[in-house]
């Protein structure tokens, strides 16, 4: 069974200082593996995937994620946090047919 | 032009009324999901239907039917609506290879049960 974790609920940073943001995922067979942010009372924007090719995937935002398949990782990072990053930050596992499961979400805030 | 639309986005009714939500996907793949967004944020799956056939059916209330009528649309229908089900739905679709190669959403529907 395929499955998804993000092991912070809430992280917060200051502005201007890196993010990091952890997300682990089990399957047995080779993952996509997205990256969702969503603001508040708005839908879910993608911010990068990771579909085979390279492990290092940059997104839009300055947002960046490497696939490390021997720590089965997906984290997603950004240099330099902006006010506006502040949001909900979903990491989603897809195999197959089967469901594209997400993981619980990370709140990130941005400290002035 | 919208890759994923749902309509509506917002739906106030109340409880015991039976309402719809649509959803349609213009990119011509081949899966598409519903998922609840409850008030703690987290994204449940509750259907999947892929080339129109039911996949996936999560542990979700008969009260809650999805019908696909063709492979750009997926619906929801719910009967008898309670007050739990107030949540934001979201209707997606991906393409499947061997992989998933994509995974687009809507920009949900807030549905308000009162």
């Known amino acids: 069974a395929q499955s998804v974790t993000q092991l912070d609920s809430h992280v917060s940073v200051s502005e201007g200082t890196p993010v990091l943001l952890r997300c682990n995922y089990s399957s047995s067979y080779s993952p996509s593996l997205f990256w969702y942010v969503q603001h508040p009372n708005k839908g879910l924007q993608l911010l990068l995937k990771?579909?085979?090719?390279?492990?290092l995937v940059k997104g839009i935002n300055g947002f960046e994620a490497e696939f490390k398949k021997s720590e089965t990782s997906f984290h997603l990072t950004k240099p330099s946090a902006h006010m506006s990053d502040a949001a909900e930050y979903f990491c989603l596992l897809g195999f197959g047919n089967e469901k594209l499961t997400f993981g619980t979400g990370t709140r990130l805030t941005i400290i002035p | 032009d919208t890759a994923v639309s749902q309509t509506p986005k917002y739906l106030v009714t109340q409880m015991g009324n039976d309402k719809s939500i649509k959803c349609e996907q213009n990119l011509g793949h081949d899966t598409m999901y519903w998922y609840k967004q409850d008030s703690k944020k987290f994204l449940k799956i509750m259907f999947s239907y892929n080339n129109k056939e039911l996949i996936i059916n999560e542990t979700v209330p008969n009260r809650f039917s999805p019908k696909s009528p063709d492979k750009a649309h997926l619906n929801l229908h719910i009967n008898s609506l309670e007050l739990g089900d107030s949540a934001v739905y979201f209707c997606?679709?991906?393409?499947?290879?061997?992989?998933?190669?994509?995974?687009?959403f809507g920009q949900g529907t807030r549905l308000t049960v009162v």
């Open positions: 997606a679709s991906s393409q499947v290879r061997d992989r998933v190669l994509g995974a687009f």
């Open positions: 990771y579909t085979s090719a390279a492990t």
